[in-house]
């Protein structure tokens, strides 16, 4: 199984959580990282090389800070841009099909507040619905997600445990039934 990280964090210099996540990750050979932000500073994503990318991938994982709910904007790009009609849909769109798909976030908010009693009211799973639903319209097969949250109140330990955790989930995750 190849597995291509999209990495998408517009300060991964003072980033705590994606920064160490993507330190261990480099360390394995089944895991290709490609950061977003590096590989286009200037935001101009090249669409033919993303889609060999994942042409070239087995399983995707989107890597992000949660932002306002959403993506950071390059990975919206991403999205608007490389999921081309004849490329990942529409009738001759089958590059993506039978790929599978995840993400990967950190988060503010703690995990009570990620309930629908909660600050936040909707749990990360709901918040991931566009990229499931994506997933979804591109025929792929969507992967449970990977998350850290409260990050303001993280020590050295759990930081250690969940970047662990973090690559045990991308080599073992398993499609929902
Ligand atoms: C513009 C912006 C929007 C954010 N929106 C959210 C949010 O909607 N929910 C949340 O829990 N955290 C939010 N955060 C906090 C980030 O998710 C958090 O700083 C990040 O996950 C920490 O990861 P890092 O150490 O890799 O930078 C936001 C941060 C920024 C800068």
Redesign the pocket.
Known sequence: MKTLVIAT????E????????LQELRKHSDITVHELYKAYPDENIDVAKEQQLIEAHDRIIFQ???????T?MLLKKWFDSVLQYGWAYGPDGSKTAGKQFGAA?????SEA??QAEGA?RFTLEE?LRPIEATTHFISGTYLPHFA??D??N?SDERLAQSTADYVHHIQTAVPKA
């Open positions: 964090h517009p300060s991964i003072i980033s705590r959580v994606n920064a160490a996540w992000y800070p949660l932002f306002w709910y959403s950071p976030i950190s988060t503010y908010g507040s990620y936040n918040i850290l949250s990050v303001s993280l």
